[in-house]
């Protein structure tokens, strides 16, 4: 089965895309970039949910973990996050993939066995659980990666 996780973001999405047979194994990680001043949020919309149809395509993914939303103190970055999350959703609708939202907390407690664990003690465990050296490029994909072995874990 091939699991796609998905880190939202109010600038970049994290993806991270693994295989679970008898076997956990890293396919594909990375990003999906943004700049949210270059148009409004049609063309965000538009051009989120064209590279997430272009991943969907490609792997076929059978199963989707997403993370749900998590405020902090910046309302604004929120709501960005909300709208792109929710375009993606639309987007995941469109293949009737099914979808498992977890909390940031319950992919820190699947992953490390703590659900305050800090990003690097996340990174680190995953790295081990794939066999992977060193994961490249931003949190957001290690983030993606931590939240398809969640979704894989509770399949």
């Not at 989707?64 to 995941?92: C, D, M, P």
């Amino acid at each position: 089965m091939i699991v796609l996780g998905i880190d939202p973001g109010s600038t970049r999405i994290g993806f991270g895309l693994i295989s679970k047979e008898k076997e956990i194994k890293l396919i594909d990680y990375g990003v999906i970039e943004f700049n949210r001043k270059n148009g409004g949020l049609d063309k965000l919309v538009l051009e989120v949910t064209s590279k997430l149809g272009e991943l969907i395509k490609k792997y076929k993914p059978e199963l989707v973990g997403i993370e749900k939303i998590f405020f902090s103190k910046n309302v604004k970055t929120g709501i960005e996050v909300a709208q792109t999350r929710g375009a993606l959703i639309l987007e995941l609708a469109k293949y009737n993939i099914p979808m498992k939202e977890i909390s940031p907390s319950e992919v820190k407690s699947a992953i490390t066995g703590y659900g305050m664990a800090e990003k690097k003690a996340v990174a680190k465990t995953v790295e081990k659980l794939l066999k992977v050296e060193k994961l490249k490029g931003y949190d957001d994909a290690s983030d993606a990666l931590a939240i398809a072995l969640t979704a894989a874990m509770s399949d």
